[in-house]
């Protein structure tokens, strides 16, 4: 008789609680990308970075406490001050792009959704200050999963006596958190503030899913057929596999028969006498981290 092999693999992951401390980055000189304290993991993809130069704020899973973007165009033409180089050239001005202005209040807040970052908040996230009143002084502060404080940076006096455009006092502010970081706040002493290339991101690696457990069960005529089966929940986006042998190099194929579902349990009947004797079930697709947008 022919024997028959099914393959289930179990990944365990263990979490011991641990208590962070958040360490903070800043007030560091910004003119472009390439002053970023995370510039290594947005060139990798696994760092957002927003630098409104698309109109909008558009990067997932943030919101803003109020502001709106202005650049060139408008709603205050000459009075936008972008990171230096987004209108392509580091000239000391900052007014050829765009940025984030709160005009009525002296500060802004981005709070952070994790369940629109694939259920995890940011370990690390900035911004870049680049304008406000002359004489005002700023404070960074960032807050933790629960929505207390991690700390501040501050207060600093980094603003310059000019409200057109200069970029020779523009600043990152930043921190790294393994926790988790819900949201960052940047405030004024005075009304008025505008800030560029927010970014964010998750430095912790994402654990692999654990494939259903496959499962054989003889029916029908014993010496000639049997059902596999596999629980449904939790198996969206799973194939079933099968090999005609385990000598390496293995080859997998996809059985290519949609299962039916029967009592919660994805079934699908086999035959002894068909090549395939080994199966497995498997996502076809590895997880990605969140990257740039």
């Known amino acids: ?63 803003a406490s109020a502001g709106q973007v202005i650049g060139p165009e408008g709603p205050f033409p000459g009075l936008n001050d972008s990171v230096d180089c987004d209108d392509g050239v580091i000239d000391g001005r900052g007014t050829g792009g765009h940025d984030w202005f709160v005009q009525d209040a002296n500060f802004v807040t981005f709070t952070f959704n994790a369940d629109a970052l694939g259920g995890r908040l940011p370990t690390h996230a900035g911004i870049v200050w680049t304008d406000g009143a002359p004489g005002t002084k700023t404070i960074f502060e960032a807050f933790g999963t629960n929505g207390v404080s991690l700390g501040t940076i501050g207060p600093t006096n980094i ?3 000019e409200i057109t455009g200069t970029t020779g006092e523009d600043r990152f502010f ?24 927010l970014q964010y991101g998750n430095e912790t690696p994402i654990a692999p899913p654990a494939p259903p457990l496959l499962t054989i069960t003889r029916t029908g005529d014993p010496q000639s057929q049997f059902l596999l089966s596999w629980p449904k929940a939790g198996s969206q986006g ?37 090549p395939m004797q080994f199966y497995r079930v498997r996502k076809p697709e590895p997880c990605r981290r969140q990257g740039i947008r």
């Open 1 to 63: 008789m022919k024997k028959f092999f099914a393959v289930s693999v179990l990944f365990v992951v263990a979490c011991a609680s641990k208590t962070f401390s958040a360490t903070f980055i800043g007030p560091i000189p910004y003119l472009c990308q390439s002053d970023s304290p995370f510039k290594d993991t947005i060139a990798a993809d696994t760092t957002f970075l927003e630098t409104f130069e698309g109109g909008k704020l558009n990067v997932p899973g943030v919101t």
């Open 159 to 161: 603003a310059d006596n």
């Open 174 to 197: 930043g921190l790294r958190e393994p926790s988790g970081i819900s949201a960052i706040k940047i405030s004024n002493s005075d009304p008025g503030i505008e800030v560029d290339h």
């Open 238 to 274: 799973f194939i079933l596999e099968g090999a005609a042998t385990l000598k390496a190099p293995v080859k997998w194929v996809d059985v290519g028969i949609s299962p039916t579902v029967t009592n919660g349990q994805n079934t699908v009947r086999g035959n002894w006498g068909v």
